[in-house]
């Protein structure tokens, strides 16, 4: 029916010929069709990669239904890009695009905006390094860029900056780096960023091997075993740079690895003539290499020389005079060789040890059995021990036949109180015991736990340092530095020959 207002007449003829008639009067409207509020604005101006939000709420006066697949968005640029009420899309292309919304009833419904999406490239800013850079390994490089957008709005994500070496992979991240590990080589450098799509810089950087120049000391041809060594030798790289000690490596073909660094001692080598290798690696793997030999020999000379030392009186009394420190007084210490007859040609000796205050030498207040011994491999080491009944042998060293009859069943050993000697460059002696296995009993000082032993003996003098720990490794007890005995007088040492 037409849009208008209808009067309907409805007419009825009964048999006998009688009529009748009704009028009824209905109006047709226009059932218009509108597509509500739109979104974006018409002429709007929006960034690419920007989210836009299309939207519309489209209607028939006679409200009915409207089916959402049949509402179509296209661009005269990009074609078909939505449909429905609502969708959200973020990759239109830069343009000026004419937006056509259309609905397809008994009708096709349509309605245009105009939407113009504005270029939003990134731009890297100055980028460094230059293209084209060379250097050396473990040089610092610098990487640096200043991304923007022309979108000012959008905030640089710094995590979303990559940057990727086409031989290491990805090297960092963010606005700046620095790095000194790019491997030997030539690189293409990748800046990328991640936002509605990915951006690229590319730089090209060429890194040289950085070489290794290994310098040694030179060494003697032939050391006694138990002599402390001084290993020394310099490593440089091509650029200068600082040398990881920890990878300047030496080695004996003999006993395998024994140190590293550029300077260290060394006193247990095995009595056999030795090749030593010694390997700098710098942090990129380039290497140098060179070699040496020399003689280690078995020779008991160091061990006599250190009894004879050892064997004589001594006396702090010059220390105590002229130092401040109150621990510091006057001792008188003894050790005479005992036993003469006892282990012969075993490389082992005997000495009694005792220890006075200068002011009451008739009371020592230590008194020990020292067992001297060198070792197969040359290590010379001693074993302590106490007296079961030390008061008879007082002064001992006056007459040292008085131990004769004294047995092992009447000594004692100090578990793990023995020192290790070892023979340094200076010709002197020194020793010590190993952490903190020396058990002490002080009756009168019960929180000491342990006791340390630090002695040097030279020609004339020899000094000595106990200290006392707690459990948890408080220093108790002992002075604040060594004792230092002189050598007042020798006392007889008889090397005992082999069997």
């Known amino acids: 029916m037409s849009i208008n207002n209808h009067t309907i007449t409805i007419q009825a003829t009964d048999s006998k010929d009688q009529r009748s008639e009704e009028t009824i009067t209905i109006t047709i409207i226009k059932n218009d069709f509108t597509f509500g509020e739109i979104a974006p604005a018409q002429n709007a101006q929006i960034y690419q990669g920007d989210q836009i939000i299309f939207s519309c709420n489209p209607k028939f006066v006679s409200e009915e239904t409207i089916d959402e697949q049949k509402i179509v968005w296209t661009s005269d640029k990009d074609g078909e890009i939505g449909k429905g009420k609502t969708f959200n899309t973020t990759n239109l292309s830069v343009n000026n695009h004419k937006i056509t919304i259309s609905y397809t009833a008994e009708n096709t419904y349509t309605y245009e905006l105009q939407l113009d999406i504005l270029s939003n490239e990134m731009n890297f800013g100055a980028v460094t390094p230059n293209n084209n850079l060379e250097i ?11 991304p923007t957008f022309p979108n000012q709005n959008i905030t640089i994500d710094e995590q979303k900056i990559i940057w990727t070496s086409d031989k290491d992979g990805e090297i960092g991240k963010g606005k700046t780096l620095n790095k000194t590990n790019l491997s030997a080589n030539q690189h293409k450098i990748t800046i990328s960023y991640q936002d509605y ?17 290994l310098t040694l000391e030179q060494l003697q041809n032939k050391y006694y075993r138990g002599y402390n060594i001084n290993f020394k030798c310099t490593a440089t790289n091509l650029n200068n740079a600082s040398f990881n000690e920890s990878k300047v490596v030496w080695t004996s073909d003999k006993d395998g690895t024994i140190g590293s660094g550029f300077n260290f001692y060394k006193s247990d080598l095995s009595v056999n003539t030795h090749v030593i290798t010694v390997t700098a690696e710098n942090d ?102 106490s007296i079961t009944n030390p008061t008879i042998y007082k002064q001992g060293y006056l007459n040292p036949a008085i131990f004769d009859n004294l047995t092992t069943s009447g000594i004692v050993i100090k578990e793990n109180c023995g020192l290790k000697f070892t023979l340094n ?40 340092w106990d200290r006392g720990y707690s459990s948890t490794g408080a220093w108790l007890m002992g002075p604040d530095w060594p004792y230092i005995f002189d050598k007042l007088e020798n006392y007889t040492f008889t090397p005992s020959k082999k069997k």
């Open 136 to 146: 050396i390994e473990a040089e610092t490089i610098n990487f640096s860029c200043n």
């Open 197 to 213: 799509k990915t951006f690229y810089y590319e730089v090209n950087v060429k890194v040289n091997q950085n070489t290794v120049t």
């Open 284 to 385: 990129f793997g380039r290497q140098d290499e060179k070699s040496f030999s020399f003689t280690i020999t078995n020779d008991k000379a160091n061990f006599e020389m250190l009894m004879q030392r050892m064997t004589g009186y001594f006396s702090s009394q010059a220390h105590a005079d002229t130092t401040t420190n109150q621990y510091i007084v006057d001792v008188r210490l003894h050790m005479a060789q005992i036993w003469k007859d006892r282990n012969v040609g075993e490389n082992i000796y005997w000495l009694y040890v005792e220890q006075a205050y200068a002011d009451d030498q008739a009371n020592p207040y230590r008194q020990r059995i020292y067992k001297m011994v060198l070792a197969q491999d040359g290590t010379i080491y001693d074993e302590i021990y």
């Open 425 to 464: 460059q200076q010709n002197i002696f020194e020793a010590s015991t190993e952490g903190n296995s020396c058990l002490a009993t002080i009756p009168y000082l019960p929180q000491v736990k342990y006791i340390t032993t630090q002695t040097k003996l030279a020609e004339t003098y020899m000094t000595s």
